[in-house]
């Protein structure tokens, strides 16, 4: 009989609740999802004060040398300090990452580990901060444990002082996407409705959808800016798009989008749109040589996109569009290819973008963020 996994998970904490260096919560191994080789845990965190000596955020283990998965506070600055029990050490993964969290702010934290995969990932408000890798991959092992999770003070550390929400256990080992799609949970998405100003981040190279202002020369009144992708930090100024409707359509500004429909994006600080056009007369991208991607201040029918929300189990989603979706916008007067970019750079480190694929590549996949 073939055997499958099944992925559980579970919300240990919900809203929010205050602890002190002497406050725990503890949960039995019995009562969380079952692992295997891997799990994850994700949860919101605001730090009060920082502590003079180590504070334990969790640990699971009957004993403090028994700690995978841990992930401790260092002192003075309380920067994160993720850990795992292996075959060849007790404590092994980072001492310090970053440069510690800020006071008094609400941060959420993302822990994966996979004995598989040899590595543990570590992510801070949605963006991938470092990861510990096993080096000899066929004798080292990660060592999981029966023990309880201890939230807070646990064995001989205190706990931190602050307040935590949202604590998830899972037992698999969380992909970047779904820790995005964690940190951008229901309760804070927000919709994305007609005029609203957001940016499009480029999932596979964390990159924005911007413009430096180049311009593709087509003819002397004629002229398109190149559309690239370009820093990993949003540009206020020229990463900045409007969400408006589909040309020759009208919306009212506040309109929800609905997922599957057409719709337009005009660049802020250009006032242009986002425009594709097919490859006649050799209009393609300088290096890769695929459909362009511009900036067209005349407004026509290939300023218009289909866009659709990603969904891994199911092709794509129904619904309204969401800050924090991962979608795919389609071209639609040039049969639909899906917007694209890659590592392939242009002279100044910016990404190229275009039009390529049917949006089942990783290349295809962007993330909407709604800007204050």
């Not at 002082?161 to 804070?188: H, M, T």
């Not at 499009?200 to 190279?205: C, E, G, I, P, W």
């Not at 180049?214 to 100024?237: R, T, W």
């Not at 659709?308 to 290819?337: A, E, Q, V, W």
Request: hydrophobic share 35%.
């Amino acid at each position: 009989m073939p055997k499958f996994a099944v992925r559980e998970w579970a919300e240990l904490i919900s809203d929010p609740i205050s602890m002190g260096e002497q406050d725990k919560r503890i949960f039995e191994h019995a009562d969380l999802p079952s692992v295997n080789d891997k799990l994850s845990i994700t949860l919101r965190l605001k730090i009060n004060k920082h502590r003079s000596n180590w504070a334990t955020i969790f640990h699971k283990g009957a004993e403090s040398s028994d700690c995978t998965p841990s992930l401790w506070l260092t002192k003075n600055n309380s920067a994160l300090n993720p850990r795992f029990k292996g075959n060849w050490s007790n404590y092994v993964g980072f001492s310090e990452i970053g440069d510690g969290l800020i006071l008094d702010k609400w941060h959420h934290i993302a822990y994966t580990l996979s004995d598989l995969e040899k590595r543990l990932d570590i992510y801070v408000d949605g963006e991938w901060i470092g990861f510990y890798s096993i080096q000899i991959v066929k004798d080292q092992r990660v060592i999981f444990n029966d023990g309880p999770l201890h939230i807070g003070c646990a064995h001989n550390y205190y706990g931190f002082i602050g307040e935590i929400s949202n604590f998830r256990y899972f037992n698999w080992r969380l992909s970047a996407e779904e820790v995005k799609e964690d940190f951008f949970n229901e309760s804070q998405k927000k919709p994305i409705v007609c005029g609203s100003k957001i940016a499009l981040v480029h999932v596979s190279t964390r990159k924005y959808l911007s413009t430096k202002g180049v311009k593709y020369d087509f003819a002397p009144k004629n002229k398109h800016y190149m559309v690239i992708c370009s820093g990993q930090e949003i540009d206020l100024k020229n990463d900045v798009w409007t969400v408006i409707g589909a040309n020759g359509k009208s919306i009212n500004e506040g309109d929800l989008i609905s997922l599957n429909n057409i719709i337009g994006f005009r660049h802020q600080a250009t006032g242009c749109y986002l425009h594709s056009h097919n490859t006649s007369y050799e209009r393609v991208t300088p290096i890769s040589k695929l459909q362009q991607v511009t900036l067209c201040s005349d407004r026509c029918v290939d300023d218009n996109w289909l866009i659709r929300r990603y969904n891994s189990i199911t092709s794509y989603d129904t619904g309204h569009l969401m800050n924090g979706d991962i979608i795919c916008l389609f071209h639609i007067n040039t049969n639909k290819p899906a917007l694209y970019s890659h590592t392939v750079l242009l002279g100044d480190e910016s990404q190229e973008v275009s039009c390529y694929g049917d949006g089942s590549e990783n290349n295809n996949k962007w993330r909407i963020e709604l800007i204050n």
